[in-house]
């Protein structure tokens, strides 16, 4: 993701992290990354970053300071991780621009709906039905009762007893 407008604005989001280095995990790789040559790098508009590293240079931010970022929000909410780690960890309440990229992932949604939402994420219904852990425990803690779309995902899985007890459905 090359910066170009906004290289500035999160080049002094990124003068506020203390620290000397940056670290990412982009699910495949972890990355460190000296702030110093960062700055560097990025004050020339040289910087190729992906999107979770940008998201992750945001959620740094604002972990250590309590001033809002409008832009920060708007590169946090294009990832589910850092959507789910924003709200969990600095919010403590939902993250309206950040669910789109959650619903994308089942684990989040459920998660999402579990611990934010203290009930159904309709959005992220979808990605849950396809996992049958987390449908199963979607329709235990969350629906308390029959979540007919993912039952699909729960008859393939070890859950298929527990569900039928839970809901009176042989699948």
């Known amino acids: ?4 407008d906004d290289s500035m604005k999160l080049c002094v989001l990124i003068n506020e992290i203390d620290g000397d280095i940056l670290f990412g995990n982009n699910g495949a790789h972890l990355y460190y990354i000296p702030i110093k040559e960062y700055k560097k790098q990025l ?3 040289n910087v190729n970053l992906d999107e979770d590293m940008c998201a992750y240079v945001c ?3 604002l972990r250590k300071n ?3 970022s409008k832009l920060c929000e708007e590169v946090i909410s294009k990832s589910s991780h850092y959507s789910m780690a924003y709200t969990r960890d600095i919010l403590d309440s ?3 621009l950040g669910e789109k990229a959650i ?3 089942g684990y989040r949604s459920y998660i ?3 611990d934010i939402i203290k009930g159904r994420f309709l959005l992220g219904e979808k990605a849950i039905s ?3 852990v987390y449908s199963y425990f979607y329709a235990k803690n969350v629906i308390k009762g029959r979540f007919e779309i993912g039952e699909a995902a729960i008859k393939g899985s070890s859950f298929v007893d527990n569900y039928k007890e839970l809901t009176g459905i042989a699948l």
């Open 1 to 4: 993701m090359k910066l170009h």
């Open 43 to 45: 004050l020339k508009n």
């Open 59 to 61: 959620y740094v931010y």
């Open 66 to 68: 309590t001033q809002h």
């Open 94 to 96: 939902r993250f309206l």
């Open 103 to 105: 619903s994308e992932d």
């Open 112 to 114: 999402y709906a579990v």
């Open 130 to 132: 396809e996992d049958g």
